[in-house]
Structures are given as C-alpha cells and as structure tokens.
Nanobody, 123 residues
Framework: QVQLVESVGGLVQAGGSLRLSCAAS????????MGWFRQAPGKEREFVAV????????YYADSVKARFTISRDNAKNTVYLQMNSLKPEDTAVYYC????????????????WGQGTQVTVSS
C-alpha cells in the first residue's frame, strides 16, 4: 500500500506563486509515475500534470503549461508542483496521485491518491 500526503496549500493573490509537495510512503516511490489533479467546486477532477518514474518525461494540461512545473526527488520520496502566475481559475483542491503503469492523464488510471489540499487564488 502507498500513502500520499500533500503539503498544506494556501491563499495567494493572482500572479503569485505556490509550491505544493506530496510525500509518499510504502511501496517503492521510484517505481511509479506521479500526477497532480485538481477539482474546483461543482466540477469534475481534472488532470494538471504528470511525471514519469525517472523524472525524464513530463506532461501538462494546456491550461497550466508554461506556468506550472512538476518535479520529483526519488531520494526524498516526494513530488512537487511549482505553480507560478496563478490565476483565480486555478482555485481548487489539488490532489497528488500515483500510477503503477504508464504516464497517464486520466483519473481512472491512477492507483493511489492523496487527501487533497486547498489552493485559493484571489483576484
């Protein structure tokens, strides 16, 4: 079993930055891809970014491309999401997730989930 724990999010003004982290315990962290998703009130959970087990491949949703950066430190069993130039529409609960196979972009393709952390961007 794998446990994923996100860092506390927060409230930030539009144009600001925030870095989320997600610490993993349990099964070997470096053996699976890690993703970030988000869910705004009244909306479905959506893909934000994913990074391969080695960190060599990353993919982003168009809405966050060039503003967000996903990275990982396998020695620390941690994945990060650096969020820059934040917009009010980035407000959501952010979730990290782990996938045992592939580098997926769909919710159903992930095997493990964190509890989520709130990010609020004020205008």
């Amino acid at each position: 079993q794998v446990q994923l724990v996100e860092s506390v999010g927060g409230l930030v003004q539009a144009g600001g930055s925030l870095r989320l982290s997600c610490a993993a315990s349990g099964r070997t962290f470096s053996s699976y891809a890690m993703g970030w998703f988000r869910q705004a009130p009244g909306k479905e959970r959506e893909f934000v970014a994913v990074i391969s087990w080695s960190g060599g491949n990353t993919y982003y949703a168009d809405s966050v491309k060039a503003r967000f950066t996903i990275s990982r430190d396998n020695a620390k069993n941690t994945v990060y999401l650096q969020m820059n130039s934040l917009k009010p529409e980035d407000t959501a609960v952010y979730y990290c997730a782990g996938a045992l196979t592939g580098i997926p972009g769909l919710v159903d393709e992930y095997d493990y989930w964190g509890q989520g952390t709130q990010v609020t961007v004020s205008s």
